[in-house]
C-alpha cells in the first residue's frame, strides 16, 4: 500500500500535513488531490498537449466516494469543452458570450431581444455575479423564484429558456460549468392547461388601434394585419422581399436556429400599402421602419401600442374599449382566425402562408374553423 494512500479514511488521518495536496491519478492529464490538514478535496486536469493546470476546489464531498464522483463530474465539462483556454467567468459574462455568438450569427433582433431580457431578468439580480463553474442548481432555482414575483408561470418559463439557451452555448464556446444546475423541470403553466389565450381584436377593434397610432406604427401595424406575419418577421422585411403579389418573410422559430422562409401572398387590397411603402426605398432598405432607417425592435412596438391603447380607452366605453393585453400579435391572430372564418381558406394553406402548422392551427384557432371542414379533420384523425 503506497504511502499517500488518499482512498481510505483511516490512510488519509496518517498522511503528514501539507500545503501540496496528495494527488491520485483518474485518467492522463485527470488527478484527485486531497489536501491534509483542512482535509479538503480538489481536481486537477491539463489537457494534452497544454502546460496550463487546471484546478477545482469540491465543495460539499466528505468521502473518497464523494470526491471521486464530484471529480468525474467537473471533469467531464472540462474534456467536453473544445477549446485551448476553458474560461471561468460569472453569469452575467456568460449571458455576453452568447449575445457576441448572435451578432456573430448575423442574428441582430434576436441579440437585442436577448440583451434586454437578460438586462430584465439577470444583470440586476445576484445570480449575475455567480461564477458558473460555482453556480448550483439551488441558486438557479432561487432566481427564478425571484422572478415568479409579478409574472405568471409562462412568462417565467419563457424568461427561464432563454438563459439556459445562453449559458449552454456559453458552455459549447469554453465557459466552465455543470449543465445540470439549470436542468430544472418547468413550472406548471395553469394558463395554457386552460386552452388559447390569444387576444383576438376584431376590425373595430384594429382600426381604431390603427387611426391612434403614430403613422410608422399604423403602417407596420396595417402590414401585421395583411400577412398575418410575425412580428419581428415583418420588422426584418426588406423591399427586395415584396415582388409585387407576395412577400418573403424569414424566421428563426423552434429550437433549430436553421432559417425558414416562407412567401406570403399579398391580397390585392392590400398591395397598394406594400406598393408605397417601397416607393423610395432601394431594395436592401427595410419595409417598415420607425424612423431613420433603423428596424423596429420589440420593445419599440410593445411600448408604443402599450400607450396607444391606454389612450384610446381613455375615451371608450363598453364594447369600444381594446383589451389591455392586446399586442402586435393580436393582429397575427386575427389574420389567421378570418382567414380561417370569414374566408374559409383551409387550415394547411392557412399555415404555409403565416409560417405555423396545421396542428398549431387546430389546437389554438380550432373554434374558427368551418364545420364542415372540422368534421373532415376529425375524420382523417
Not at 156 to 169: E, K
Not at 246 to 268: D, E, F, M, P, Q
Not at 283 to 298: A, H, I, K, V, Y
Amino acid at each position: 500500500m503506497p504511502s499517500h494512500d488518499i482512498t481510505k479514511g483511516t490512510s488519509r488521518k496518517r498522511l503528514p500535513v501539507r500545503r501540496e495536496p496528495y494527488w491520485l491519478k483518474l485518467a492522463t492529464g485527470a488527478y484527485l488531490g486531497f489536501r491534509r490538514g483542512p482535509d479538503t478535496w480538489v481536481a486537477r486536469w491539463r489537457r494534452p498537449g497544454s502546460h496550463t493546470q487546471h484546478y477545482q476546489a469540491l465543495e460539499y464531498v466528505w468521502s473518497f466516494d464523494e470526491a471521486k464522483r464530484a471529480a468525474e463530474q467537473w471533469l467531464a465539462t472540462m474534456t467536453a469543452v473544445a477549446v485551448r483556454a476553458p474560461k471561468r467567468a460569472t453569469v452575467k459574462a456568460a449571458l455576453e458570450s452568447y449575445i457576441s455568438y448572435l451578432i456573430e450569427q448575423g442574428r441582430q433582433q434576436t441579440a437585442v431581444d436577448a440583451r434586454m431580457r437578460f438586462k430584465l431578468t439577470v444583470d440586476n439580480d445576484p445570480i449575475a455575479s455567480l461564477r458558473l463553474d460555482k453556480l448550483s442548481m439551488d441558486d438557479f432555482r432561487e432566481w427564478r423564484e425571484r422572478l415568479r414575483s409579478g409574472r405568471t408561470n409562462r412568462s417565467v418559463n419563457r424568461q427561464v429558456r432563454a438563459v439556459t439557451a445562453g449559458l449552454n452555448m456559453a458552455v459549447r464556446r469554453g465557459f466552465i460549468a455543470n449543465r445540470s444546475a439549470w436542468d430544472v423541470e418547468s413550472l406548471s403553466d395553469d394558463i395554457e392547461q386552460e386552452g388559447n389565450t390569444a387576444v383576438f381584436l376584431n376590425a373595430a377593434q384594429r382600426a381604431a388601434l390603427i387611426a391612434r397610432a403614430a403613422p410608422e406604427l399604423a403602417i407596420f401595424l396595417r402590414g401585421l394585419e395583411a400577412t398575418g406575419a410575425r412580428p419581428s418577421e415583418l420588422a426584418n422585411a426588406r423591399v427586395g422581399d415584396f415582388d409585387g403579389e407576395s412577400l418573403r418573410l424569414a424566421s428563426r422559430k423552434g429550437r433549430s436556429s436553421r432559417l425558414r422562409v416562407r412567401r406570403t401572398v399579398i391580397a390585392s387590397e392590400a398591395r397598394a400599402l406594400f406598393h408605397a411603402a417601397v416607393a423610395t426605398k432601394l431594395p436592401n432598405d427595410l419595409l417598415f421602419s420607425p424612423g431613420r432607417g433603423e428596424p423596429w425592435m420589440r420593445h419599440q412596438w410593445s411600448r408604443a401600442i402599450t400607450a396607444v391603447i391606454k389612450a384610446h380607452n381613455q375615451d371608450a366605453k363598453g364594447k369600444a374599449r381594446i383589451p389591455t393585453t392586446a399586442s402586435a400579435y393580436s393582429f397575427r391572430h386575427a389574420r389567421i382566425s378570418e382567414l380561417l372564418q370569414l374566408h374559409g381558406i383551409d387550415p394547411l394553406t392557412v399555415a404555409a402562408q403565416t409560417g405555423t402548422s396545421v396542428a398549431m392551427i387546430e389546437r389554438a384557432y380550432f373554434r374558427f374553423i368551418p364545420s364542415a371542414m372540422r368534421e373532415k379533420l376529425e375524420a382523417v384523425r
